[in-house]
């Protein structure tokens, strides 16, 4: 059975109230205990750590902004509990033991916390406690797909939380019909996943991943590395969407000397194009038949569900690569092989699947010419310290009754529509369809 952890303090408070719409939440707090159902991923296979490699991570207190500038100052909950009993950061906040660092602060405040990594199946620990919950906790790395059918199943509940960037786990139309709040930690891991854009770039270009595999397998032909290596320099390198992560990644492939292409519904600022030398397209179409390199970085919305399917890859430079580190169901699974196996593209690398995790015969995980990763790309330990405290900043907002001081940019949906950071990213749909074959990834036998 899947690690699982409840320990509520009840203190003789009694049980939550029926529902009530958020926005008449905010106004009064009926009553004093809720139960938190927060959904994370597994600890280690060696267990939870007792030492890390390093003894800190450096110290941010503001995201930059569209200039580069100091911008956004990073989460600052009154109670930080992210550190350990030595008081060092850096460390595993993310996996079921780590709890996001919120048991003792709950706890403190009268609330029940079940923590589980069971999500996937009508018999999971996360199922079991939707009946009761009033706040459910998940992370876009190891989600919990919160369909229709389970919100149906969740008459207390009033808020979800991202723990990361993207919600779109959540059915966010029947989360707007059912007036439940819907919040994320907008920018905290933006930069950890910039970075990751870039290693999987050069390590396509590079043809990283099969030399390295010549060392470990004992060899040294130089040639079979090289006959697929290139050069990042002088390539045309295009962004899908050049929001915060699309424009960090934009920022570090600049000094590589790229000729960099972006398109997006919101243009940026003339002064950063001159900056940075960004190439501005209307759409993705008259984008991507110039690129060398691709970088996907756009919500998933129905809109953009399988934009790369076999006609928009087909319209792509022959031994392009794609790289897609925003949600693999914007890449059609089948599409993505056939295009590899034919040559069309040279490489696909990312770390976001559909669904998540995927079933183990899953064809990206033995496909040719990939660099794919779990999902990790957001949840360093630096990007987890900081949206385990974009969590525990929302939640002390929502308990309080101040939800209208929650930052507009972790507003998804609030009143029954999108809003905030929301609003600007995402269209009213539900692009969970299908997440159920996650169930699948326990199962002897898989489903392709």
Request: aromatic share 8%; glycine share 8%; proline share 6%.
């Amino acid at each position: 059975m899947a690690p699982f952890k409840s320990i509520g303090t009840f203190l003789s408070l009694g049980l939550s109230s029926a529902f009530t719409p958020p926005s008449t939440l905010a106004l009064k707090r009926t009553h004093l205990f809720s139960k938190v159902v927060c959904v994370l991923y597994d600890d280690p296979v060696g267990g939870y750590p007792k030492s890390y490699p390093r003894d800190d991570i450096p110290k941010v207190t503001h995201y930059p902004d569209q200039f580069g500038n100091p911008g956004q100052s990073v989460p600052s909950p009154e109670h930080n509990n992210i550190v350990d009993a030595e008081g060092k950061t850096g460390i595993l906040l993310g996996s079921v033991s780590g709890e996001l660092g919120l048991r003792k602060w709950l706890e403190e405040k009268g609330h029940e916390l079940v923590v589980t990594s069971s999500k996937d199946g009508e018999d999971c620990d996360f199922e079991k406690h939707l009946h009761d919950a009033e706040v459910i906790i998940s992370q876009p790395f190891w989600p919990a797909y919160i369909t229709r059918e389970r919100i149906a199943k969740a008459p207390k509940l009033k808020m979800c939380v991202t723990a990361g960037i993207g919600s779109d786990h959540v059915d966010l139309q029947a989360a707007c019909e059912r007036n439940i709040l819907v919040t994320e930690v907008t920018y905290c891991n933006s930069i950890s996943v910039s970075e990751h854009i870039v290693m999987l770039i050069l390590a396509l270009v590079r043809n990283f991943i099969p030399s390295y595999q010549q060392v470990v397998n004992g060899g040294w032909n130089i040639a079979d590395c090289v006959q697929r290596a290139y050069d990042l320099e002088k390539m045309v390198v295009g962004s899908v969407a050049a929001g915060r992560i699309g424009l960090a990644a934009m920022r570090r492939l600049k000094p590589f000397d790229c000729e960099l292409h972006y398109c997006d519904p919101h243009r940026l600022p003339l002064d950063v194009e001159e900056e940075l030398g960004l190439i501005y397209h209307e759409n993705t179409e008259d984008m991507v038949k110039l690129c060398d390199v691709v970088t996907v970085n756009c919500p998933l919305h129905p809109e953009t569900e399988h934009l790369f399917g076999d006609e928009l890859i087909g319209t792509m430079k022959r031994g392009a690569y794609l790289v897609n580190t925003a949600r693999g169901k914007i890449c059609d699974r089948d599409a993505v092989v056939r295009a590899l196996e034919s040559g069309q593209l040279a490489g696909y690398a990312g770390d976001v699947w559909f669904p998540q995790p995927p079933p183990k015969e899953h064809p990206w995980r033995s496909m040719s010419w990939h660099a794919m990763t779990p999902h990790t790309s957001g949840t360093t330990l630096p990007a987890q310290a900081r949206y385990a405290a974009g969590v525990q900043e929302i939640l002390e907002c929502y308990f309080e009754g101040r939800v209208d001081q929650i930052l507009s940019e972790y507003l998804i949906a609030k009143d029954g529509k999108l809003a905030g950071a929301g609003a600007y990213a995402y269209i009213e749909g539900d692009t969970t369809k299908g997440s159920e074959e996650a169930e699948m990834f326990n199962a002897k036998i898989g489903i392709f």
